[in-house]
Every structure is written in C-alpha cells, then in structure tokens.
C-alpha cells in the first residue's frame, strides 16, 4: 500500500462530530454581532455630550446654560 492511500485511509476513518447543529453557528454569531451592537449603540451621542460640557465651562464667568456656576461648590 502506497503513502497517499494510507493517509487517504487514515482520514476517512476519523470523522468527528460537530458539538451543535451546523446553523446554531449562524445564531451564535448573530447573538453576539447583536449584543456587540447594542453596546456601540450605547455610546451613540456620547461625544456630543462631552462638547456641551466642554463648551459649558469655557464660557466667560464660567456658568453653565441654566445660569450656575460651574465654579461653585454647590453650597
């Protein structure tokens, strides 16, 4: 018997099982691209946010929009 149908042979015999069903791959992929974009779109705005905050304090006088002070301690 040749090398290459040994290792042909060899091959044949081994066949493994999948652990699931071949489409709960596609659904444990889906599952996780989902829940990774609800965590991006948990950032959404976030940047806009941080620029009002931003703009708030570098005002003269230091006052937010609603008239307080940004210096103040609150007290």
């Known amino acids: 018997m040749s090398m ?3 290792v042909v042979a060899e091959t044949e015999a081994h066949h493994t099982e ?3 069903p071949a489409f709960m ?3 444990v992929a889906a599952v996780i691209f989902a829940i990774l974009g609800f965590v991006m779109f948990s950032y ?3 940047a806009n ?3 009002t ?3 708030a ?3 003269p006088g230091g006052s ?3 008239g307080h002070d940004a210096t103040a301690s609150g007290h």
């Open 4 to 6: 290459v149908a040994r």
């Open 18 to 20: 999948l652990p699931m």
């Open 25 to 27: 791959f596609g659904v």
């Open 44 to 46: 959404r705005d976030v």
């Open 49 to 51: 946010r941080h620029r």
């Open 53 to 55: 905050m931003s703009q």
């Open 57 to 59: 304090s570098a005002r």
């Open 64 to 66: 937010d929009p609603h």
